[in-house]
């Protein structure tokens, strides 16, 4: 008698990239999976907030089911014991035969969420990551700037870095992007002017959405910036 091999019958676990928030710039591959997977899952912000959903809703069908996972957006909280509910929610349908897409706004790799559940699952179940257009790119594209050439380096940065290494950080960089903007807006800003990066500095928040919103520096209230925004240095360098 044949043994029944498990595997076979598991689900698979897609890590999808969907973009940073124009439906259009989801890829071919992510909407085939996400129109054709049973199973949904996506982050919500304690504010109950759903990004990464709305950037899709219009595709996902009503028979589909969906997993909210609930994530504190703020490093001071531990995220661990959210990731660990997340990813045994997600593996029991995996374990059940469940193909299941875990949206992740911009690309999956690049401080996105989905990372976290994929070092959780990744070695239990067959896992497939389709990448994704990140926000530090269509933000480039968007404020219409080069943003490096030939040798220059690109450095992306958290701004919930503390001060000194932001600082230090950005004195190198030949270009460079800061994303976690929210509540660190002044500390950015205030390292900008020391730093004389100030006028090179451009301001963008809601990056493709129709709400997107660029502003010059001076313009920008720390008090209203949100989540979704980011700060992008291009390079000096100019070649014709
Ligand atoms: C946890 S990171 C996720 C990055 C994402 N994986 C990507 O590739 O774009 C979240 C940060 O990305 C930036 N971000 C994401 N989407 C954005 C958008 N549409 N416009 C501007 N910034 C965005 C913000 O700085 C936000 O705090």
């Not at 949904?40 to 589909?64: C, H, N």
């Not at 990066?197 to 008090?223: F, G, H, K, W």
Request: glycine share 6%.
């Amino acid at each position: 008698m044949t043994e029944l091999n498990v595997t076979e019958n598991k689900g698979k676990l897609y890590g999808l990239g969907i973009g940073p928030g124009d439906p259009e710039l989801l890829t071919l591959k992510a909407h085939r999976i996400l129109t054709s997977v049973p199973v949904i899952a996506y982050p919500t912000m304690e504010s109950g907030k759903v990004l990464a959903r709305a950037i899709v809703a219009d595709f996902i069908r009503p028979e589909q089911i969906e997993i909210p996972m609930p994530l504190p957006f703020s490093v001071e909280r531990s995220s661990q014991p959210y990731y660990d509910i997340a990813a045994e929610n997600i593996a029991q349908h995996l374990a059940d035969g469940r193909d299941v897409a875990v949206l992740c706004e911009g690309d999956p790799m690049l401080y996105g969420s989905f990372m976290y559940i994929f070092n959780r699952l990744a070695h239990r179940f067959d896992t497939e990551v389709v990448p994704g257009i990140s926000s530090t790119l269509a933000s480039a594209a968007m404020l219409g700037v080069p943003l490096t050439y030939r040798n220059d380096v690109l450095s992306i940065m958290p701004a919930t870095l503390d001060e000194n290494t932001l600082r230090d950080r950005l004195a190198v960089a030949d270009a460079a992007i800061i994303i976690k903007l929210g509540r660190h807006y002044a500390k950015v800003r205030s390292i900008l002017e020391e730093l004389g990066l100030y006028s090179r500095a451009l301001y963008i928040e809601r990056a493709t959405m129709p709400n997107q919103v660029i502003r010059s520096i001076t313009e920008v209230d720390p008090a209203e910036v949100p989540y979704w925004a980011l700060i992008l240095i291009p390079s000096q360098t100019n070649p014709q």
